[in-house]
């Protein structure tokens, strides 16, 4: 059995959970046999895509042997089957625990330790989980530790209380993304010093607002960007995007929608502007970026539907959009 076993969503996940591993002093492995990373999730939020991605970037990134990746409802036998033969691990990492079926799989697994790595804003609402009953199914477990990379900004939230928590260090972050920079991106392919990048969003995804409603939110920022900006301005598309809102038609240069944006960093001068990305924090706190969370009338709707999303209501609005 694998002494260290990885639940992640993609390659941001697989990024942050390494970089907890790092913090915990539990990498690099021993031995590459010595860990799994398992990638999973469900439906339109693990793409084939990505699945494909965060495979590539297990192996190249992070010399790891063993993979596995299983959509919920779609592979729940071979999940089953996974747990079973995993059963008794050493260490899991993971998120999502407001997830029942999350849960569900760590307990299967009988862990003798376990991560928590946060992954974006949902880690930061109380979710209401019984964390003290569930605990109570992991009787071999002997610790239970958490790392979160925005606790300075949003504090441990309720259900983490019981775990020894820290904060992830923004340059231990830098250090696990530079791992995925090496693996697939050259000199040519990083910002150039003065970069401005939009960072895209993936609200049409979950039917808070429609895809052309999200594209031309993203085509007037844009042209606002280019008023204010003499340099290259980039698009990162969100990992889990169904469409790409902003092409060379927009006058940006797209980036790899799978990769992290902070693998493409090689310069402390850049700034960033999004409407909701949790980029607004990472880049300045990883590479010193200036960083502008942009407002329009309708992302009122999607904090609203998304109580976890208003968080980014901390950055005050340097930029407000009116509706074109």
Known sequence: MAKVIILASGISDLTTAVAALMNHGKWPPSAPQDVTAVVIGQGVSLPDSLIMATRETAASAYNLESIQSFRWGEDDDKIREFAKAGSGSGLVVANQLQSPRQRELITALQPREFIFYDNGLSSYVDHK?????????????????????????????AYLHAFDTASLAPSVLARSAQLVCNAFLTEKDLLP?????????????TNILSASEEQALHQHLAKLVRERHEGPIFFKPH????????????????????LPIEAYVSSADGTAYSFSSTALFSLPAMFGWKAHRVQHELMDKVFTSRPQLAKMKILQPSIILERS
């Open 129 to 157: 989980v019984d964390m003290e009953r569930w605990i109570e199914t992991l009787p071999n477990c002997q610790r239970f530790a958490a790392y979160l990379s925005y606790a300075n900004e949003f504090g441990i939230p």
């Open 193 to 205: 010093a003065g970069a401005a990048v939009i960072l895209g969003t993936s609200f049409d995804r």
């Open 239 to 258: 990992p889990r995007a169904g469409d790409v809102y902003l092409t060379e038609a927009d006058d940006v240069s797209p980036l790899s929608t799978e």
